[in-house]
């Protein structure tokens, strides 16, 4: 909730960050965010990546303009690759930055890193809503002012969309995947 309520009161100020600028906040692993195992869990790590992208918004002025259009954006899908843990009291920064994106999501990259090492990598897709209903990233430049073109999105993000696509497929078939899958 502090958070939030921090956000709030900095989103008029002036941007400090590019929209596709990295965003990185610093932090340390503490008793609560543990897991049986000893190291951060699975849940605190969602966490960390929904105040690091709130964070992104508010230094790229993002979400004042969102908020000022009636706009905002929902996780969609998450990919998480757990590389090496992070342990109680690690210190540990999260770098947030925007990939781009196509006619239907925006693309987000976040990395947890400690010590010059990747320990963790995301990626996410966010919908933008208004209205209660889903609309274009395109629609929101428009909105917003922003009017930025996105980059061209990495071949690993395509690679990605295509397995969600096949995923999708899959499951509103009700077959079960392969076991190649």
């Known amino acids: 909730m502090f958070e939030l309520i921090s956000a709030a009161m900095r989103r008029k100020k002036t941007p400090t960050h590019g929209l596709f600028d990295t965003v990185s906040m610093d932090f340390r692993v503490g008793m609560f965010d543990l897991d049986i ?21 508010v230094s790229t002025g993002l979400l004042n303009e969102m908020i000022k259009a009636r706009c ?14 992070l342990r109680p009291y690690q210190q540990f920064t999260v770098r947030t930055r925007i990939m781009g994106w196509d006619d239907k999501y925006v693309y987000y990259d976040q990395r947890f890193e400690s010590q010059g ?11 933008n809503m208004y209205g209660g209903k889903a609309i274009s990233p395109q629609a ?10 996105s980059p061209a999105l990495p071949e690993y993000v395509e690679q990605w969309k295509r397995l969600l696509q096949t ?6 078939s009700d077959q079960e995947l392969p076991a190649d899958f």
């Open 117 to 127: 090492k990747l320990h963790t990598h995301a990626m996410l897709r966010l919908v």
């Open 72 to 85: 905002n954006a929902v996780v969609a899908n998450t990919e998480v690759a757990y590389v090496r843990e």
């Open 37 to 57: 195992n000893l190291h951060l869990n699975n849940a605190k790590y969602l966490k960390f990546m929904d105040r690091c992208r709130l964070e992104h918004a």
């Open 140 to 149: 929101v430049q428009e909105m917003t002012g922003l009017n930025q073109s």
């Open 167 to 172: 995923k999708r497929r899959y499951a509103e």
